[in-house]
């Protein structure tokens, strides 16, 4: 492992311990070099998972996408950042759960719509309007409906 600060290549392990979400390893290395610490982390490399569009075309997964809709949806809510990738670990988590080597873009934006709806209901509103493709009013008037009969 490289030292960010002086790009020296001998580094040592001070700590170790699995991180937050249990699925990496964070690491504290000291510098053989300078001196000054860092923290790195560690997370099993697994094959790519493939997206399935709507379109039928295909892309490798990527987190950020998840991450911009769910933020997107929560701007100006009372959401912390750290619900924000909580939720978003716990979506990953479940995609990878699956064990599939391809997952439709519909299954991942049902599992973001389920958990968006227990963290803050705007937001679920904000993110299936754009999901579903809300047409008119009636389409957001019948979901806060569903919304309030729960």
């Given at each position: 492992m490289?030292?960010?600060?002086?790009?020296?290549?001998?580094?040592?392990?001070?700590?170790?311990?699995p991180?937050?979400?249990?699925?990496?390893?964070?690491?504290?290395?000291?510098?053989?070099s300078?001196?000054?610490?860092?923290?790195?982390?560690?997370?099993?490399?697994t094959?790519?998972?493939?997206?399935?569009?709507?379109?039928?075309?295909?892309?490798?997964?990527?987190?950020?996408?998840?991450?911009?809709?769910?933020?997107h949806?929560?701007?100006?809510?009372?959401?912390?950042t750290?619900?924000?990738?909580?939720?978003?670990?716990e979506?990953?988590?479940?995609?990878?759960?699956?064990?599939?080597?391809?997952?439709?873009?519909?299954?991942?934006?049902?599992?973001?719509?389920?958990?968006?709806k227990?963290?803050?209901?705007?937001a679920?509103?904000?993110?299936?309007?754009?999901?579903?493709?809300?047409?008119?009013?009636?389409?957001?008037?019948?979901?806060?409906g569903?919304?309030?009969?729960?």
């Amino acid at each position: 492992m490289k030292c960010p600060y002086c790009n020296e290549q001998d580094t040592k392990v001070i700590d170790s311990r699995p991180a937050d979400d249990n699925s990496s390893i964070r690491r504290r290395r000291q510098c053989e070099s300078c001196g000054k610490r860092f923290t790195t982390y560690e997370k099993l490399e697994t094959m790519p998972l493939m997206v399935i569009k709507k379109d039928d075309s295909r892309e490798t997964y990527d987190r950020s996408k998840i991450e911009a809709g769910i933020i997107h949806s929560c701007h100006k809510r009372p959401v912390s950042t750290q619900q924000i990738n909580t939720v978003i670990d716990e979506i990953e988590n479940q995609i990878f759960n699956m064990e599939e080597k391809e997952v439709p873009t519909s299954v991942i934006g049902e599992l973001v719509m389920e958990k968006l709806k227990m963290l803050d209901e705007v937001a679920y509103v904000r993110f299936a309007s754009v999901y579903r493709e809300f047409k008119d009013v009636n389409t957001f008037i019948d979901e806060i409906g569903k919304l309030l009969k729960k």
